[in-house]
């Protein structure tokens, strides 16, 4: 019994070494005490009681890991969406784009470059323009496939993920003016500092998470909830009597078959989600400020605030992402479930290494000090004209106020559309557009309404730039604020194999129309249990007018020239 008592003593000398001269002190009884809640009888790790609040090494790895998660899906998108958006053959062609702003910069690399930041620039980009594109992409999938796998990463693996998908937002246009790409910048930039400069251990012994990072994130999801409360507070009449939630899933930008169930809730249920909703992002944030519990109720709020959201609704990878900075407010204490026992002995360890040793800080921890307190005071400048903007009655969201879009501010859905209008394309393959006999067919689209027997898509995270884009073309009446939707008109008349592949139904398979036309539908969601619904349908419409008037490929050439856009081959 005595020589059993002996070895786990020894057992534990070597895992807690103490030194003569700290034996009697108060820091190592506190250890001693440590130690047996530790080990306890049978060398048992009770890490629950263990994981100190405040130490974040878990939650970094979580961190990465959704990091990883977000830029897969971002790059997933570019890479079987961008050459037939931002291609030399696309609809906006991102070559164009770079040659006129270089022509605007005279040439000069620094104007270039802080105009528009994108690695294209140190390539030719004229030539090699989907060569590009196709390698922009496939280096973030790999890089950010390592992230989920591995649960870790180092400075340079998260700035080259930061500056590939700088790259593709910069020369994006239209195709990329969401909010939601400014907010997987600004993330992706705190997530660099969240690792250490060289290691890829997930448990970098001399490199613990970044405080001034995790506060980073956490002045992100505050920003994020306020500024888009604020600006529905100052703009729809309907957020503040209550009613913007009658309308809102139906006429979303792509809703999904919750939103059709979701719509059709009692007025009184619409009432309380509004006044919910404006104390998720009004009143919730402050919580951010208060203590660790308050922190951890904030943190809760906001990600069942988003899942909410992605069950609704179709917006892209926006609210997945948002849930990443809110996975901040809880430490390795409250995640401590998600990882194994082994997992969590080495953070026991780690941490435990760290009493023993005492305070005494190396050059290098120093280093690191001085490099974070620097990062939070460039946080803080950056802040100010966001701040202002957050405070100022003309509130503007989604907006960078510098060109790498560090700190930004966002909003969504500040005024609410009433009716839902889907501008529908028609072709032909009459010679005469205008002949009562001339037989129209209608292009279906991946995700948009189009069909009102096809069900809802369920798409989120993934996302349809073109589809997305298409929901705001009925705001403006005239085609010319769309120039680019004559283009997509083009291609279509020309079957054109890139295009197509980014719509869901071509009803000219074999040979192309003679005539393409846009006319505006009004749709409504059919009511539950009603005869149309029970005939497979989901969507009521009524035409309401032509966007676009008959067109055909000869009838354009100078519109697509003036524009200088390609015409189709051999047209």
């Not at 700290?22 to 048992?44: A, I, L, P």
Request: glycine share 6%.
């Amino acid at each position: 019994m005595s020589s059993n008592n002996t070895s786990a003593r020894e057992i534990r000398q070597r895992k807690l070494p103490l030194t003569k001269e700290s034996k009697n002190t108060e820091n190592d009884k506190q250890r001693t005490k440590n130690e047996t809640c530790w080990r306890g009888k049978d060398e048992k790790v009770d890490s629950k009681h263990l994981l100190a609040p405040g130490s974040y090494w878990l939650t970094r790895i979580i961190l990465i890991r959704y990091v990883g998660f977000i830029y897969f899906i971002a790059f997933l998108v570019a890479l079987h969406q961008n050459k037939e958006l931002l291609g030399s053959n696309g609809l906006l062609p991102a070559n164009k784009m770079l040659k006129n702003v270089q022509l605007k910069s005279n040439g000069d690399k620094l104007n270039m470059f802080n105009n528009v930041p994108s690695i294209l620039w140190l390539f030719d980009y004229d030539k090699h323009l989907d060569v590009l594109l196709d390698a922009v992409a496939y280096i973030g999938v790999f890089l950010s496939l390592f992230l989920l796998v591995c649960g870790a990463a180092n400075w340079f693996i998260m700035a080259c993920l930061w500056v590939l998908y700088h790259s593709l937002v910069n020369i994006g246009q239209t195709c990329c003016f969401s909010g939601w790409e400014s907010q997987l910048l600004e993330t992706g930039f705190l997530a660099i500092f969240l690792c250490p400069v060289w290691n890829l251990s997930q448990f970098p012994k001399h490199t613990p998470t970044s405080v001034v990072v995790i506060y980073g994130y956490r002045w992100l999801i505050f920003r994020i909830m306020l500024g888009a409360g604020l600006i529905k507070i100052r703009g729809d009449q309907c957020w503040r009597d209550l009613t913007c939630m009658n309308y809102h899933y139906e006429t979303q930008p792509v809703p999904n078959p919750m939103s059709y169930f979701m719509h059709q809730s009692p007025e009184i249920f619409h009432q309380f989600e509004t006044l919910s909703n404006h104390f998720i992002e009004l009143v919730a944030p402050f919580l951010l400020f208060l203590t660790r519990r308050m922190v951890i109720v904030g943190g809760c709020l906001q990600i069942l605030f988003q899942i909410v959201l992605i069950i609704s609704g179709n917006l892209s990878f926006l609210n997945w992402l948002t849930i990443l900075p809110s996975l901040a407010c809880f430490d390795d204490l409250n995640l401590s479930w998600m990882f194994s026992k082994s997992t969590k002995e080495h953070v026991i360890n780690i941490e435990m290494e760290k009493r023993v040793k005492g305070s005494k800080d190396s050059l290098g921890c120093y280093i690191r000090k001085v490099f974070n307190i620097s990062l939070g005071v460039l946080i803080v400048y950056l802040s100010i004209p966001v701040v202002q903007n957050l405070i100022s009655h003309r509130q503007r969201m989604n907006t960078s106020f510098e060109p790498l879009r560090l700190v930004n501010t966002y909003g969504a859905f500040g005024s609410v559309t009433k009716k839902r209008i889907e501008v529908i394309f028609e072709g032909t393959s009459s010679s005469d557009p205008y002949s009562p006999s001339a037989e129209w067919r209608e292009y279906d689209f991946k995700c948009k309404p189009g069909n009102i027997t096809r069900r809802p898509c369920l798409i989120s995270p993934y996302h349809y730039r073109l589809d997305w884009l298409l929901w705001f073309v009925p705001f403006h009446k005239n085609f010319q604020y769309n120039p680019w939707i004559v283009h997509l008109v083009v291609k279509l008349l020309a079957n054109d194999k890139d295009t197509l592949n980014l719509i869901d139904y071509n009803p000219f398979p074999d040979k192309p129309p003679n005539f393409i036309r846009i006319e505006n539908y009004r749709y409504k969601f059919v009511k539950i249990g009603s005869l149309e619904a029970k005939a497979g349908k989901w969507w009521r419409r009524k035409h309401t007018g032509s966007y676009l008037q008959p067109i055909s490929l000869h009838s354009v050439k100078d519109f697509m020239k003036n524009m200088d856009w390609k015409m189709p081959d051999g047209k």
